[in-house]
């Protein structure tokens, strides 16, 4: 989700209950300790006590790399500077940050999956949990067990699985059930990732995986109250009404307000964009004013593309339950 989900996003996205923690965009390591402003630059929750979004929802900080050393150092640096977990990313699928030796690309190896979080999970050691992100593996499934066991044995706490390989990319469908094979053998909890883009997802995918609990990336953008409403029927057994246009226009108008502070008004443009093509996957009123709007390069004339409403009338749910 690089490039997507920053702090404003997270911010948003948690600002009605649904969501138990957030991740930060990665920090990609290489071969050298980073310096303080490339962490808070990743993660401005740094500033905040206990390292969560201003509605409380804790975030860790991710690391992206493949140099055990240059990672334990990077640990050490975000430990310094208040981090309360981190992650490592052993899923990102692009091919530029996999032909610099990082994210999935590492799953062509489990002794190097293992050798990265056994790194990371020393430096810190019981000061905070570590956890991980892979795939099924790079181009086939056939380490995807190995790889698992790799995270777990070298400290991780936890295990976010992605149920496509590096190779599949984003391409239909999910493999929720190899996600089960994989929560069948672990002891440390795994949580189900893909394709989770409605309720009825969210059940599939615990159905067939068997895990307790799912992770939104794309899912959370394109229908931003997805958390909320998977929270509301856990709690209630209800299903609520599909999340209306006004809304959504409601949450871009809010991003833009938020963004226009500190970034060029081309670069909020371009977000926004990226934001409402994600949208328009699921919703066919997003799919409309996104055709209406996308070659728009003013950003004023964007927002009036989107015709946010002066006050949104649907009410922000505010049930909390166990998990999202």
């Excluded at 709007?293 to 004339?301: G, P, S, T």
């Amino acid at each position: 989700m690089e490039g997507v989900i920053d702090a404003v996003t997270r911010d948003l996205l948690t600002r009605t209950p649904g969501f138990d923690w957030g991740v930060t965009e990665f920090v990609r390591v290489v071969d050298a300790c980073l310096p303080p402003r490339v962490f808070h630059r990743h993660c401005p929750e740094l500033a905040r006590p206990g390292v969560t979004t201003p509605s409380g929802v804790p975030v860790q900080l991710q690391l992206l790399g493949a140099d055990p050393e240059a990672l334990a150092a990077n640990a050490r640096q975000a430990l310094r500077l208040g981090a309360t977990g981190l992650d490592l990313n052993f899923g990102c699928p692009a091919k530029l940050v996999n032909r610099h030796d990082g994210g999935a690309s590492l799953l062509r190896d489990p002794r190097r999956v293992h050798a990265a979080v056994l790194a990371v999970s020393r430096a810190v050691g019981d000061e905070i949990p570590v956890t991980a992100k892979i795939r099924l593996g790079f181009s086939d499934r056939r380490l995807a067990l190995a790889c698992a066991l790799a995270t777990q044995d070298a400290g991780a706490q936890r295990l976010v699985v992605h149920g496509r390989t590096r190779d599949e990319g984003y391409r239909p469908p999910a493999h929720w059930e190899w996600i089960g094979r994989i929560h069948q053998r672990l002891s440390i909890p795994v949580v189900a990732n893909g394709d989770i883009w409605t309720l009825e997802d969210y059940w599939k995918a615990r159905t067939l995986s068997g895990c307790r609990d799912v992770m939104l990336g794309r899912g959370a953008l394109a229908d931003p109250w997805l958390a909320a409403r998977i929270r509301h029927w856990q709690a209630t057994g209800e299903r609520l009404p599909g999340t209306p246009w006004r809304a959504r226009a409601q949450i871009l108008a809010d991003f833009a307000a938020l963004q226009r502070s500190t970034l060029p008004e081309r670069v909020v443009t371009a977000l926004i964009k990226q934001w409402l093509n994600h949208m328009r996957q699921r919703d066919d009123e997003a799919a409309r004013r996104f055709q209406a709007v996308k070659r728009l390069r003013e950003l004023d004339a964007l927002l009036a593309g989107l015709e946010p409403p002066a006050a949104a009338t649907w009410p922000p749910l505010s049930v909390r339950a166990e998990t999202a």
